[in-house]
């Protein structure tokens, strides 16, 4: 940006894309009169895979999430909602014509917001090894092409029994390599999701089936993988791991802030737990598995967008007040406090809440920590009504349900305070 013009330079399209949206950024913060932004991704594979058991998001919810991802540089998302019949159950048979008219328009929506639109299949439960079901999986393929899709991927997670070879496996990625990717030429590479996506249950020895995805599956093809748990930290030692074995680096599908597991939380807290010494070498990237609630997974995705971007700087709090600041600047105050009692869970990936609030036990009562204590309670009281004026409707509606518990809350604990005074 000079006084006379900007000038907007990207490798491709869609780094000149992205430019735009540097400036924009800039542009909605301050007046520039000169400045100049050199700027990349850490990781190539940034986004979100809708890969949670439970209710899929409308078509609607997805039409909005990737105004979203291309505003905030995020290029991936993978289709495979658990409950969609036609990505599981009934994988071999077509999409009725109003939901594949739907699978054209997401495609066309990714398409404006340079996001890589990846339609998987999760053949596993039932698939036959033989030429019938290699010839269903290349149809299906087929059909998607049609309606638009250039990117696939094939999961073979949750399931047990004669699905689970991982030769098999292998061997069907590497058919659909070369009889399907290399024929169209405008393909993207294949991803791929193994049965032992995560350390916990991988069989860590020469004869696991991820040392055999090392040695058989094409090196083009992307390797899914959750970590040392199916819920668990992205670090330096679980990249190595996986790496050392699939003989490339790791797709990390990360399981935050989905909560098919826990439904009865929503996650609102930072995002961390994310290595910053990633990198392309280490990583091909992460993709965050979001909650069924679309919109309040916004608040998360963002921060996943702004971590693998630049790995190197992230810093999960200060990440977390810029997404308030995005998604509800004119509820700001309300929307933190509520997001930071918000993300707590008994059940599986415990996260980090309440960090800025001081409890006390009943021994180490005063007075003053019963005010400081008491002004809180009295401020989560009036965050229900407070969040109202959120311009955001439909974020609005997610949260309500957790709203109003909220606010129910600070009544109950503010009248449990006000006994311990009197007393």
Known sequence: VTPEEVVIVGRDNSGTFYGVQSLLQVLSQTQVMQCEVVDYPSVAERG?????????????????????YGQYKMNTYVYGPKDDPWHRDKWREPYPEDEARQISELVEACNRNRVNFVWAVHPGKDIKWEESDIQNLLRKFEAMYQ??????????????????????????????NDDF?????DVEPLIVCPTEYTRLWANPTERGSLIIYGNELDPSVDVFWTGDAVCSNMTE?????ISSRIQ????????????????HIVMQGPVYGLANTMDETKTRGILSNPMEHGEASKLALYSVGDFAWNTETYNPIDSWERAIEELAPEVKE?????????CDTETGYRRHESWETTTFGFEDYTPELSAKLMEELKRIEAVPQAMEAMQNKALLEELRPWLV???????????ALELLDDY
């Open 334 to 342: 309300a929307y933190r406090l509520f997001a930071i009692h918000s």
């Open 248 to 263: 490339r680096p790791a797709l990390f599908w990360w399981n935050f802030p989905v909560t098919d597991y826990a439904r």
């Open 48 to 68: 979100v895979i809708e890969g949670f058991y439970g209710n899929p998001w409308s078509h609607k919810d997805r039409l909005r999430q990737f105004d979203f």
């Open 237 to 241: 030692s679980t990249m190595e791991w």
């Open 181 to 185: 990717v290399k024929v169209k030429g």
């Open 405 to 415: 518990e909220f606010g129910k809350l600070g009544t109950r604990c503010r009248k």
């Open 147 to 176: 309606l638009g899709v250039r990117a696939f991927a094939v999961h073979f997670d949750d399931i047990e029994g004669n699905g689970t070879n991982p030769y098999y496996q292998t061997e069907l990625m590497n058919i659909l």
